[in-house]
């Protein structure tokens, strides 16, 4: 747990490439092992198993006899959200098996001597949230015309949730949601969209595409403006995270860094 993961150009040397190199992946592109099926539904999916999750939580609502079912589910994203990582999973797994590697090479190795990973997860996390401050008010003004405006209260913040739920939330979710993420993007759909398209541009252009659009739907609230304003308020962030993860080629230490971006999110929008 302590050694050091082989990049793509060490692993070369070394003679012994990780599985989720960029050397391997490609040997596995040539061989025919790896098409633009897989990426592609999994880079796609997460977005259709939010808005999936959020219909079979509004079904319950609905036959509830709820006025409005849709914005009923929406609170509920925080415990919902772990149907989406479920879906998720099973098809990385699935794509990862026909590729003859373990799902736990998307990970790759975890640097924990000295606490690598978790100081290197930290910075991370410091230009994150410094690219936040500066677009939010920017992208608030696009959209709403003002940098102060009322985020949907009850659906994005002040969410109420019975006490197991707020549990939940602060728990489970935030933990399983991070990883589970960083995997589908950053783990399995870049390297690989990379590979088969042979430019890096494309992978990040792509995968930064759908990766964005996902905040969007998460939870769906049906007004044009707020998909909008979600998607810009999310991309500068989004690009960041594809970047970094082209360059690096670690996945654990951008883990470390949305861990807390998630806790966050999850407590924060909750009426505590």
Not at 50 to 77: C, D, F, G, K, S
Not at 214 to 227: G, I, M, N, R, T
Request: net charge positive; proline share 6%.
């Amino acid at each position: 747990m302590g050694s050091s993961p082989l990049t793509g150009r060490e692993s070369l040397v070394s003679g012994s490439a990780a599985p989720n190199s960029k050397a391997e992946i490609e040997k596995r592109v040539a061989l025919g092992q790896i098409t633009w099926t897989g990426p592609l539904i999994v880079v796609m999916a997460r977005s259709f198993f939010m808005i999936t999750a959020q219909a079979l939580v509004a079904a319950v609502y609905l036959v509830r006899h709820h006025p409005a079912p849709w914005n009923a589910a929406a609170p509920w994203w925080s415990v919902y959200g772990t149907l989406v990582d479920i879906g998720c999973l099973a098809l990385m797994v699935k794509f990862t098996r026909g590729e003859g590697i373990g799902f736990r090479d998307l990970l790759g190795r975890v640097r924990l001597r000295w606490g690598a990973d978790i100081f290197l997860g930290v910075g991370y996390l410091l230009v994150l949230l410094s690219s936040f401050r500066i677009t939010s008010p920017l992208v608030n003004k696009l959209v709403y015309g003002s940098t102060q405006f009322s985020m949907y209260p009850g659906l994005l913040t002040a969410r109420t949730l019975p006490l197991w739920g707020v549990i939940y939330s602060l728990s489970l979710f935030w933990i399983t949601w991070s990883p589970t993420e960083e995997m589908t993007y950053n783990g399995y759909s870049l390297p690989r969209v990379q590979a088969l398209s042979g430019r890096g541009w494309v992978a990040v252009v792509v995968v930064g595409f759908w990766w964005t659009l996902q905040h969007s739907f998460f939870p769906l609230v049906l007004d044009w403006k707020y998909v909008l304003w979600r998607f810009f308020f999310f991309l500068p962030v989004v690009m960041l995270l594809t970047c970094i993860n082209l360059w690096t080629r670690r996945l654990p230490p951008l883990i470390v860094a949305h861990w807390p971006m998630d806790f966050a999110a999850a407590i924060l929008s909750l009426k505590l």
